[in-house]
Every structure is written in structure tokens, then in C-alpha cells.
């Protein structure tokens, strides 16, 4: 049943504001606003609308693209909850994952100036690789292009050269010395190879030519997604920006692109400077400004605000929508002697403000610039003491970073198996996810019947699973002790989950992720944790929950807290060992101090140890702190 567009309203929210409903009815458009202002629940409830309403209707899609794997999984979360019945007209991936399944699918139509004669390998150069191809070059190149070859940058050469140059279907004489340094860059990197070695900017490229030589795919894709969102909208780079101009730049396609210029902490990876200003100007689009926030109390909005004016001298002020629940001052400077005290001071506060509220550890989080792995033993340890957890969410597990492993549906999907097999029953929100993830997962997923299929192969698979379960004891129950062959434990379980699911199947259909190489990361990532939980815990009802680690204080840095939110944030060591770079890119290094500020909702405590070093580098950001009038306080 469709929905009047007059009638439509949101989901789950009493409300947007005046500004986002205009928004949400436009046509292409920019909305830009910052922190907390609920941009990404924008997207989220206009592709309600959109399918709702009609105005995206059966096969059409959405395309959705994030930067980040976490950021297209939330934002697939957020639809996957209110709209289960669209969810799979919803793809919501990341750019790369996009383009690289372009090449992955058509690298056939690429002109054969570009033949790929068999597969690729995924390889990043470093610096020194970019400073020796520009160094022989300058040295080889023709005469009128040496000394334009010697003035390029070499850590701008990929990102803002390569990134936008669109490939000729027939390669041209160049006419200038970038035109020569990027031919031969490919001519060398990619033309001279059978395998060749390519990284996600050449696969962008090579999407884009595949597109543009093909009218007939870009027909499909613009039919298949007539509707295109870009979250993050400041962090995306030449190459990026090339693409989505060249692919969905016309009539044919909407595009709403939402972000906040002041939090574009993605420079260093080559990001366009005003990706806003290009965009408004080449999709001819509606620029909306929100102006309400959604995440943080007054007190809070004020400080992010004169750090906003720093960046933005033009921002608008943002309306607090959220009263204060807490008392006393809610953004403090606390200033230690010692890095023990420092740890014992913030593990001492979360333990009482835990006792005294209720709230759970997962409302707290300690966030610093960098090298968080440098303050995770002291923090563990303190949280320890007070009998909670940390949680480093910036650890590498395999080649994942923990926070993006627990937030992948397929690792999720395994470890919801294993919970539903070591429980009896009660468990109702693991039970419908891992449904609903199996029946994406099947192949009869179309079908009426895939649900009740899939509940009754999910009910012999659990019988199974507990009677193994049951026969296999973690614990040794004559000598009391945990059982040390985890390693064969995780290989045999991580068999019977994989043979369950049948991996070979969904990591060639492309479900749970965009690349089977994807699927197979997640899955090594998935044993080694598994592996290392196995040693701690006693007994398989636990396995699931030790896994998860949902109720532990997360540490992590300004990037990977980018979008996140809680209500107390311990913003630890604001002094120079963690800022040392703040001077060289002041913009940048205060972009990412406004985005670490404002994923506090309710308290922000800074934390500064002498041990670590001085401030002299940050005095700049020390100041606007002081004209906030925040309470300096010395803990000892
Ligand atoms: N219209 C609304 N009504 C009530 N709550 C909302 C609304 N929009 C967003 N929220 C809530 O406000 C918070 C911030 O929303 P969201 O994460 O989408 O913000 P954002 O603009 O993407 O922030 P940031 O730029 O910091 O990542 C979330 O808890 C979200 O659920």
C-alpha cells in the first residue's frame, strides 16, 4: 500500500525539523549541518519515504554509499529496523566495495586498450614507491614536461592526479606533464602487468571507463538506482567525486548527499577541499542547512560551537533538542601528575556514576587523537580494579579493526548462531536477527516460504549445535580448569557454522559483502577472536556475550568514533604526545578535535597528564576552552 507524499511521516521520531522536511521532499539536494544534527537518520527516513510513498517503487533500488564499512552497515541497520520490507532494495556499501564490484563484474567491457587479461591484485603504493616512480621520471621524461614532472607532489600524486583522471578508451598523446606522469603511471603499473597490482583510486577509475564506455550499463545502473545517497559527503576524494559525477550526473538520477563540512577529517586521504560547492554547482542541486541537534545538551552545543566558528566563521547556531539529565559542570579539564592517576580517576568516576545512574558501560567512552594501544594498559588495568572492562576498539583482530568486525553481519550472523545453540530459548531479538540474515541469505529468499524453510533447517541446525555443545565442556569438571585446545575447538566449530550457512555460496553471491576476499577477512577475523574469547570464558552460554564485549568501556580514536555517540566522553590526553601534529595541519587537527568533541550527548571530561608531556602545541584549542569558562580542575 503506498502512502499519499502529503500523508507520509517518519518513523520511530516525533519529528524533523522544518528544514529536513524540505529536504526530504527535494529532489537532488545538499544538506549540510553539523554533529548531531541527525543527518544520518535524514537518509534513513527519507528512503522511508521514497519506498513508502511509492516514489521508489519495485526493482528499483537505493544506492547508498558510506566511506566507511560501519557507517554503510549503520545506516542499513537504521532501514533494516523500520522498513524490514524494503531493506533489500536498500544498497547500502561503501564507495570502494561499489566500484570494485563494477571491475569485479564488467571488467569485460572495457575498451581493449585496457583489456584485463585475467584477475587483479589489491596493492597499495607507499610514498617511497610514488617518490621513485616521480623520481625516474622527472629523469626519463621529455623535455618539456621534466620540470612540470619534478614539481608534482608526491603525496598528491595519487589522491588529487590520478584520483581524477579519466581514462582515455584509446590512450592520447599527453599534453601536459601530469598527463605524462599519470599515463605512465598506468602504463607501468597496470598496462606492462598480466596481474597487475591496482589500489582503490585505479579501480575507481577503471569503474568509471567501464561506465562511460558502456551506455548500455550505465542505463542499467541508473534504472536499477534512480535514487543515490551519499553519506560523509565531506570526505570524498577526487576520485570518488569524479565518479559520481560522471555516473549519476544527470536528469535521470536524484542525488542527496548529506555532511558536515567541519568535521572533514579525511584530507590527508584526498578529499576534496568544498566537496558541497562542486557538488551544488555540477548536479545543479538544493543546498538545506540544518540547524537542530538531536544528540547534545545545551552546555555542549555551546562549546562545539566555538570550535565550529573557528572552522566556519558563518555557522549557524544549532538549537539543543535534548534537556540536560546531569547536574554540576558538565564539560570539566581534569589535569593529572601521572598516567596511573589519570587512568584510576576516570575508572573510579565511570564505577560511581555506573552505581548511581545505572546506566550501562556502553554509555561511556574514552576517546583520544591516536595510539590509543599506548593508553589502553593503564586504563584496562584501572577499569579492572573497579570490576568493569575495557574494550579497545581500535584493535587489529586478523586484518580487521575489532569495531568493524562487531559491527559486520556476517560475523554477527555466526556469533548469533552460536548464542541461539548454547541457550535455551529467550533469546527473541538474536533469534529474529539470525532469521532474517539467513533468509537474505538464502536462496530462496524471494520465496513466501524461505521464512518458515529457513526456521525449521535453523532449528535441526541447533539441536545439533547443542548436543555438540553439550558433549564438549569448556571446562574441565574434575580438575575445575578451562580447557586448552581452543584452536581445535574454534576449527571445528567455525566448520559446523560455516558449513551451515554455506559459505562458498554466499561469498560468490555477494550478500553479506561486497567481495568474497570481504567474507573471508570477516571469517579469519571471526576465529581469532573466537579463538582468544575461548580461553577466558568457562562454559559456551558465555562465548557469545564475551564476544560481543557489549558491556565494556570502549576506547577508541577520533576516527573511529565518527558518527558515534555517548553520553559521557572522557576525551583522554589533551596535551602534545597525542596532538604532536596539531601545528602542521591546525585546520584539519581542529576538524578533529570538533568531531571527537561532539560525540559527548551529556559530559565531556579532557584529561591532561603531565607524564606525557606539555600543552604547548594546543594552546590554540586550551583557549577557547578557557573563554568557555571550563572548569580546570588538578587531580593530583
Ligand atoms: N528527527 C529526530 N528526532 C529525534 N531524534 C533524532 C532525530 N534525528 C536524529 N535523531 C537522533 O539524534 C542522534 C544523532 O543523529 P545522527 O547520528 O543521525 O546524527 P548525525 O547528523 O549523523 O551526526 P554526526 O555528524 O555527529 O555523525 C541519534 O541518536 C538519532 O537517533
Given at each position: 500500500m503506498r502512502t499519499d507524499p502529503a500523508d507520509w511521516r517518519p518513523r520511530d521520531i516525533d519529528d524533523l525539523e522544518p528544514a529536513a522536511w524540505d529536504a526530504l521532499r527535494a529532489?537532488?539536494?545538499?544538506?549540510?549541518?553539523?554533529?548531531?544534527?541527525g543527518k544520518s537518520e535524514f537518509l534513513a527516513q527519507r528512503a522511508g519515504f521514497l519506498f513508502e510513498t511509492g516514489l521508489c517503487r519495485p526493482p528499483?533500488?537505493?544506492?547508498?554509499?558510506?566511506?566507511?564499512?560501519?557507517?554503510?552497515?549503520?545506516?542499513?541497520?537504521?532501514?533494516?529496523?523500520?522498513?524490514?520490507?524494503?531493506?533489500?532494495?536498500?544498497?547500502?556499501?561503501?564507495?570502494?566495495?561499489?566500484?570494485?564490484?563494477?571491475?569485479?563484474?564488467?571488467?569485460?567491457?572495457?575498451?581493449?586498450?585496457?583489456?584485463?587479461?585475467?584477475?587483479?591484485?589489491i596493492g597499495f603504493a607507499n610514498q617511497a614507491e610514488v617518490r621513485d616512480f616521480l623520481g625516474n621520471l622527472a629523469v626519463a621524461a621529455p623535455e618539456g614536461f621534466r620540470s612540470g614532472v619534478y614539481g608534482i607532489r608526491q603525496n598528491e600524486f595519487i589522491n588529487n592526479l590520478v584520483g581524477p583522471y579519466e581514462l582515455e578508451p584509446e590512450p592520447r598523446e599527453p599534453t601536459t606533464a601530469v598527463d605524462y606522469a599519470v599515463q605512465q603511471w598506468w602504463d607501468q603499473k597496470y598496462r606492462a602487468h598480466d596481474v597487475p597490482t591496482v589500489d582503490f583510486v585505479m579501480l575507481n577509475r577503471l569503474a568509471e571507463l567501464i561506465i562511460r564506455s558502456s551506455p548500455q550499463l550505465r542505463r542499467a545502473l541508473t534504472a536499477t538506482y534512480p535514487f543515490v545517497?551519499?553519506?560523509?559527503?565531506?570526505?570524498?576524494?577526487?576520485?570518488?567525486?569524479?565518479?559520481?559525477?560522471?555516473?549519476?550526473?544527470?536528469?535521470?538520477?536524484?542525488?542527496?548527499?548529506?555532511?558536515?563540512?567541519?568535521?572533514?577529517?579525511?584530507?590527508?586521504?584526498?578529499?576534496?577541499?568544498?566537496?558541497f560547492a562542486e557538488f551544488d554547482h555540477d548536479f545543479d542541486a538544493e543546498p538545506f542547512e540544518l540547524t537542530w541537534n538531536f544528540r547534545s545538551t545545551r552546555e555542549l552545543v555551546e562549546l562545539q560551537h566555538r570550535f565550529a566558528t573557528r572552522l566556519d566563521a558563518d555557522t549557524l547556531?544549532?538549537?539543543?533538542?535534548?534537556?540536560?539529565?546531569?547536574?554540576?559542570?558538565?564539560?570539566?579539564?581534569?589535569?593529572?601528575?601521572?598516567?596511573?592517576?589519570?587512568?584510576?580517576?576516570?575508572?573510579?568516576?565511570?564505577?560511581?556514576?555506573?552505581?548511581?545512574?545505572?546506566?550501562?558501560?556502553?554509555?561511556?567512552?574514552?576517546?583520544?587523537?591516536?595510539?590509543?594501544?599506548?593508553?589502553?594498559?593503564d586504563l584496562a588495568q584501572a577499569l579492572t580494579a573497579q570490576g568493569l572492562k575495557l574494550r579497545n576498539d581500535d584493535a587489529l583482530v586478523g586484518d580487521l579493526r575489532l569495531q568493524d568486525l562487531l559491527k559486520d553481519d556476517f560475523a554477527s550472523l555466526l556469533i548469533g548462531l552460536v548464542r541461539l545453540g548454547a541457550t535455551r530459548g529467550g533469546q527473541p531479538q538474536t533469534w529474529r536477527e539470525v532469521t532474517t540474515t539467513l533468509t537474505r541469505i538464502s536462496p530462496n529468499a524471494r520465496n513466501r516460504q524461505a521464512g518458515s524453510i529457513t526456521d525449521d533447517t535453523l532449528s535441526h541446525f541447533l539441536a545439533e549445535l547443542r548436543s555438540w555443545f553439550a558433549a564438549t565442556p569448556l571446562k574441565d569438571a574434575t580438575i575445575g580448569q578451562v580447557i586448552d585446545f581452543t584452536d581445535e575447538l574454534t576449527e571445528t566449530l567455525v566448520d559446523k557454522?560455516?558449513?551451515?550457512?554455506?559459505?562458498?555460496?554466499?561469498?560468490?553471491?555477494?550478500?553479506?559483502?561486497?567481495?568474497?576476499?570481504?567474507?573471508?577477512?570477516?571469517?579469519?577475523?571471526?576465529?581469532?577472536?573466537?579463538?582468544n574469547v575461548l580461553q577466558h570464558v568457562e562454559s559456551w552460554d558465555q562465548v557469545a556475550a564475551a564476544f560481543i564485549d557489549d558491556e565494556a568501556v570502549p576506547l577508541l580514536t577520533i576516527h573511529r568514533s565518527k558518527g558515534l555517540e555517548y553520553h559521557t566522553v572522557f576525551f583522554v590526553g589533551l596535551d602534545d604526545d597525542q596532538w604532536w601534529a596539531h601545528a602542521r595541519d591546525t585546520i584539519e587537527s581542529t576538524m578533529a578535535f570538533f568531531v571527537g568533541v561532539s560525540r559527548a550527548a551529556e559530559r565531556l571530561i579532557f584529561t591532561q597528564c603531565d607524564?606525557?608531556?606539555?600543552?604547548?602545541?594546543?594552546?590554540?584549542l586550551y583557549e577557547v576552552l578557557n573563554q568557555a569558562q571550563v572548569p580546570y580542575v588538578r587531580m593530583g
Open positions: 529532489g537532488t539536494a545538499s544538506v549540510t549541518a553539523g554533529p548531531g544534527a528499483q533500488q537505493i544506492l547508498a554509499i558510506s566511506f566507511k564499512r560501519v557507517a554503510a552497515a549503520n545506516l542499513r541497520r537504521r532501514v533494516r529496523t523500520r522498513l524490514p520490507e524494503h531493506v533489500d532494495r536498500f544498497a547500502s556499501m561503501t564507495f570502494d566495495a561499489f566500484t570494485k564490484s563494477i571491475v569485479d563484474r564488467f571488467k569485460d567491457l572495457l575498451p581493449p586498450a585496457w583489456t584485463m587479461s585475467g584477475s587483479y591484485r545517497f551519499v553519506d560523509e559527503f565531506q570526505d570524498t576524494t577526487y576520485a570518488q567525486y569524479s565518479f559520481l559525477k560522471s555516473v549519476f550526473a544527470r536528469e535521470s538520477t536524484t542525488v542527496t548527499v548529506v555532511g558536515d563540512r567541519k568535521q572533514r577529517i579525511m584530507g590527508w586521504a584526498g578529499a576534496l577541499t568544498d566537496a547556531p544549532q538549537l539543543s533538542q535534548v534537556a540536560s539529565q546531569v547536574g554540576g559542570a558538565p564539560v570539566q579539564i581534569w589535569s593529572f601528575s601521572t598516567t596511573g592517576l589519570e587512568a584510576a580517576s576516570i575508572a573510579a568516576w565511570i564505577a560511581a556514576d555506573i552505581e548511581q545512574s545505572g546506566r550501562s558501560p556502553a554509555d561511556y567512552a574514552m576517546i583520544a587523537r591516536q595510539r590509543v594501544a599506548d593508553l589502553e594498559p557454522l560455516t558449513a551451515f550457512v554455506n559459505f562458498d555460496n554466499i561469498a560468490q553471491k555477494r550478500v553479506l559483502a561486497d567481495r568474497p576476499e570481504d567474507l573471508a577477512v570477516t571469517l579469519n577475523a571471526f576465529k581469532i577472536r573466537l579463538a607524564q606525557r608531556g606539555s600543552t604547548n602545541n594546543i594552546t590554540d
